[in-house]
T-cell receptor, first 115, second 115 residues
Framework: GEDVEQSLFLSVREGDSSVINCTYT??????LYWYKQEPGAGLQLLTY?????DMKQDQRLTVLLNKKDKHLSLRIADTQTGDSAIYFC???????????????FGKGTKLSVIP | ETGVTQTPRHLVMGMTNKKSLKCEQH?????MYWYKQSAKKPLELMFV???????ENNSVPSRFSPECPNSSHLFLHLHTLQPEDSALYLC??????????????FGQGTRLTVV
């Protein structure tokens, strides 16, 4: 199975909260990330959380980490049409080479915001 | 603007052509990455360079050849590609220190179409 799993689609109404969920498998992950990709663009880092934290809040974004269940979520408060994008969850794991780290991504969740 | 610049943004090439993708980072990072993003698949890590030394090579076909002449520049040389290689190729950089890896910053990507 995949290392990082996310649901593929989420649709919310403008002004509501969005919650995007992610599960991962590598318990040695040190950092977990949320990236946003708008159409035709690369990935933009939204926020990240260190593995010894349970929660991180950054303006409209709240990240919750349940390390026991290996579950990560991103909550976007007061969702706007500009939030429509694909959101990727990623974990940082040690690679096979010395000094090597790599990010493993989920397939991404496409968030559609309905006006 | 994330500090990671990729050129070209779009590339169409025939199966017998040779082309190169370029990536430049202005963040002072010491690790650089190539990812492949295909439709409906997770981002695939292709190559990792840490301190200009290739430390990961995830069984990528030899028709893809990376080059990292210094810590700020990364190339992906393409030769005799197949139509299934059409994808968005993303470059990223990060800082690896004291056994930890910071967040990765991505370029806008090169949309490659092989005809």
């Amino acid at each position: 199975g995949e290392d990082v799993e996310q649901s593929l689609f989420l649709s919310v109404r403008e002004g509501d909260s969005s919650v995007i969920n992610c599960t991962y498998t590598d318990s040695s992950s040190t950092y977990l990330y949320w990236y946003k990709q708008e159409p035709g663009a690369g990935l933009q880092l939204l926020t990240y959380i260190f593995s010894n934290m349970d929660m991180k809040q950054d303006q409209r974004l709240t990240v919750l980490l349940n390390k026991k269940d290996k579950h990560l979520s991103l909550r976007i408060a007061d969702t706007q049409t500009g939030d429509s994008a694909i959101y990727f969850c990623a974990e940082s794991i040690r690679g096979s080479g010395a000094g090597s780290y790599q990010l493993t991504f989920g397939k991404g969740t496409k968030l559609s915001v309905i006006p | 603007e994330t500090g990671v610049t990729q050129t070209p943004r779009h590339l169409v090439m025939g199966m017998t052509n040779k082309k190169s993708l370029k990536c430049e980072q202005h963040l002072g990072h010491n690790a650089m990455y190539w990812y492949k993003q295909s439709a409906k698949k997770p981002l695939e890590l292709m190559f990792v360079y840490s301190l200009e030394e290739r430390v990961e090579n995830n069984s990528v076909p030899s028709r893809f050849s990376p080059e990292c002449p210094n810590s700020s520049h990364l190339f992906l040389h393409l030769h005799t590609l197949q139509p299934e290689d059409s994808a968005l190729y993303l470059c990223a950089s990060s800082q690896v220190f004291q056994g930890q890896n910071t967040e990765a910053f991505f370029g806008q990507g090169t949309r490659l179409t092989v005809v």
